[in-house]
């Protein structure tokens, strides 16, 4: 079935752009001729969105990108623009300062065969997603465990989705992400100073992975990005 909606842009793109067409989970784009839309580059009058490139598969009109994005059986339009309040006016991150007594060594420990972990999102939804084990670690005299996903099919390195105690004031209240490298001789490179915000705590149009219960954490970890304050760019 085919849907027709209004998509809002920015008040400096043409007040027509065309017509963007939703039909089997599909999006095409039919546009208009005055508006000057372009895809790579060159002109078109047609184009079918190819979700799984992302970016690389996009339309641009004054300076705004859009691309198409799916979540589970959900599909949207996502929107890129340079000129936006938010990005003029951001000021940089702000982080705990360097600490080695939360970059640790963790034990890795791989299960029989990967396991498909639900994982939550900010919409409501369980994404199917697959990890190859977990990872345990000391901290200040206590054993704790972590379970990392794959975030792509390339498997390139691990995903941790958490949280800890410091997500009730110092760091985003849903929690972090942290990308580490892939296990060697049974161990994994655990580094909190490189932890950081997920794009929802930036923006209320993404659409985030949420921490597992078992990835929430009954300690506090004042290492890598502190939280975002809206208004304070």
């Known amino acids: 079935m085919a849907r027709r909606r209004r998509t809002l842009l920015p008040a400096r793109a043409p007040k ?53 994005i799916r979540r589970g059986n959900r599909v949207g339009l996502r929107m890129l623009d340079p000129d936006s309040t938010q990005r003029k006016m951001f000021r940089g991150l702000k982080y705990f300062p360097l600490s080695s007594t939360y970059h640790v060594r963790a034990k890795f420990v791989p299960y029989e065969k990967p396991k498909t972990v639900p994982v939550p999102n900010v919409l409501g939804m369980l994404v199917p997603m697959e990890s190859p084990g977990y990872v345990e670690f000391a901290l200040k005299g ?36 942290l990308h580490t490298p892939l296990p060697s001789a049974g161990f994994v490179d655990l580094d909190f100073n490189r932890a950081y915000s997920p794009p929802c705590a930036f923006t209320a149009f993404a659409t985030c992975p949420l921490p597992i219960k078992e990835n929430q954490l009954d300690v506090r970890i004042p290492a890598g990005e502190l939280k975002h304050h809206p208004g304070r760019f």
């Open 142 to 177: 206590r054993t704790y465990h972590l379970e990392p996903v794959y975030e792509t099919s390339k498997h390139e390195d691990l995903f941790f989705i958490f949280k800890d105690l410091t997500s009730r004031t110092e760091t985003y209240e849903a929690g972090r992400f």
């Open 16 to 68: 027509t752009i065309g017509v963007f067409t939703l039909k089997d989970r599909q999006i095409t784009f039919a546009a208009d001729p005055s508006a000057g839309v372009t895809a790579a580059g060159a002109p078109v009058t047609s184009f079918t969105f190819e979700p799984q490139r992302g970016e690389q598969s996009a339309i641009t009109v004054a300076g705004v990108t859009l691309f198409s």
